[in-house]
DNA sequence: TACTGCATACTTGCATACTAGTAAATACAA
DNA sequence: TTGTATTTACTAGTATGCAAGTATGCAGTA
């Protein structure tokens, strides 16, 4: 962890630490465990203890860092309850949001997902890793949006925050391919305007996660929390 | 607003701040609107600034308040739209729970649950409105536990926080013989062992602020933003 | 009366000094 | 060598001072 933030002294520091910070730890560049200092911190990018502890306050709010008075803040451990909480909400509401639109999918609908499952297959062909995290969200986020429930995306963005380390610390590359292949059986639910197929189809995908966690957290037990 | 906290000088003030004007700002003691000062609030509980602008900081990242630098800090107003997703989201995790626990409910679980529809019942009869909403929160909670999944609840809780300032701004009081009754449908359904009444008993119930969201916002427009 | 410009009194953002609590290294004794 | 007391370095929590941006009221002008 080296990088820099790019900081703007025009506008307000403790915001772009916490950005930074919180970018830098779902990335897992700090892994889990991992001490933070808000004087060496603040060094590092040229700014005193506050605008650094602000941000440590929100990392601490946000279930990402762990202040212990007078002794030090940390990176948190992986909540694996926290997981399986945000993996059955996610499954919960975009089941829903699949149902809801998938009685009156129109061409435009499904020629926009169907041109989205061509970008993961061409990121997946260049071996574009970060490239097709990116575009799986972006998968997720047009149905949300085509329900007309932006917001509820923004809301699970936030959840999916402890999943997204889980990414960085697999023990094998990702199957990429079977998600694509799942992305597309959910779009062919909603082509035949079946509501109970793609209902299907997406709880099948959002369970996805549920092979590989008890293996990750096997293997590096350090990095998980109950 | 004229209340204090009791702060406890053995641990750090500034949580204690927060949770003191959370709580103040979810009972609406605090509007929509109404501005907030880090010194006007220290000098009244006895502290300087610093403790309380970080409890202002964790506010602001809960959506609760609205920090404009060099402005003020103000209390956000209802968002329809977190209002609304809060709803959804509430939906469709609380009915996969509902029909998660409905196949094998026991005889222990229905217990429970009628024991908490005595209870709601009680409190009603003695026009406890508070302890109503208290006893609300429970029996859901009581369904989120039987799934295993207070995790979940927990989530759920912080997504609540925008809706539960909508109770204190009613402008009729609200019906509590009616969510009574849906509470006691929902238990039927678990009663008859069967996951899509329960289900469907759940998503009526749940749908129910839809009917007075837009009267409220009409009704008090300063209150709400989109 | 209506408008402009400025003085003034606020606000939050940031830096810094100080306090108190923790932990680890060290000195010392058995 | 082992166990204990003490010192020391470090942490976060709090208070406070200064800087810079904003809003407001008032004086002066047309």
Redesign the interface.
């Known amino acids: 962890m080296t990088a820099q933030p790019n900081l703007d002294f025009t506008i ?1 520091t ?1 915001p772009q630490v916490y950005d930074w910070l919180r970018d830098v730890i779902l990335r897992c560049e700090l892994p889990p465990g991992a001490r933070l200092s808000e004087i060496e911190i603040g060094k590092r990018i040229g700014v005193s203890r506050q605008p650094v502890r ?1 941000a440590f ?2 990392l601490a ?2 279930g990402l860092a762990e202040i212990r ?1 007078q002794r030090g803040t940390y990176i948190s451990a992986i909540s694996v ?2 997981v ?3 993996r ?2 996610r ?3 975009e ?2 949001l699949v149902r809801m639109i998938a009685a009156d999918a129109d061409a435009a609908l499904i020629a926009r997902l169907d041109h989205e499952l061509d970008r993961q297959r061409e990121a997946v062909a260049r071996g574009d890793t970060d490239g097709f995290v990116r575009l799986d969200d972006d998968f997720h986020y047009a149905i949300a949006q085509a329900a007309g ?1 932006e ?2 995306w ?2 699970l963005e936030g ?1 999916k925050s402890q999943m997204n380390r889980l990414r960085y610390i697999t023990v094998r590359a990702f199957d990429a391919q079977k998600l694509i292949d799942q992305h597309a059986a959910i779009v062919e639910g909603l082509r035949a305007r079946d509501p109970g197929r793609a209902e299907q189809a997406m709880r099948l995908h959002l369970r996805e996660v549920l092979n590989d966690l008890p293996e990750l957290s096997r293997s590096h037990p350090e990095f998980f929390k109950p």
């Open positions: 307000s403790a602000e306050i929100r709010s946000d008075p309850s926290a399986l909480s945000a059955l909400i499954e919960a509401v089941s829903d429930q917001t509820v923004g809301v959840l």
